[in-house]
């Protein structure tokens, strides 16, 4: 079955980098679009940036454009956001989701893979 691992969150003072990875298994990960939503407390689970099959294709949300990066290595099965100028409202739970077509979505209903999420808290 499909599964996707998160890790590289943790507490940063704002200011920060930190670089999140999705290391994804059971499916041919070139063959599916990768997003990242992330969701704070007592908030709505939000987008965040989205690239396509070939990575060719990369929204991402105004609120982090500019100093967010997602990417992704086809041949490590691996999404990647690399998250620089971190700020206290980037406080929230990270999540890489995966949907089974070449075109990325911004809509977290599109994403019917999800993995299980990883914390990344800002400090000011």
């Known amino acids: 079955q499909v599964q996707l691992v998160e890790s590289g969150g943790g507490l940063v003072q704002a200011g920060g980098s930190l670089r999140l990875s999705c290391a994804a298994s059971g499916l041919t990960f070139n063959t599916y679009a990768m997003a990242w939503f992330r969701q704070a407390p007592g908030k709505e689970r939000e987008f965040v940036g989205a690239i396509s099959t070939s990575g060719g294709w990369t929204p991402s949300a105004e609120s982090v454009r500019g100093r967010f990066t997602i990417s992704r290595d086809n041949a490590k099965n691996t999404l990647y956001l690399q998250m620089n100028s971190l700020k206290p409202e980037d406080t929230a739970v990270y999540y890489c989701?995966?949907?089974?077509?070449?075109?990325?979505?911004?809509?977290?209903?599109?994403?019917?893979?999800w993995g299980q999420g990883t914390q990344v808290t800002v400090s000011s």
């Open positions: 989701a995966a949907r089974n077509n070449w075109s990325p979505s911004i809509s977290s209903y599109d994403y019917p893979y």
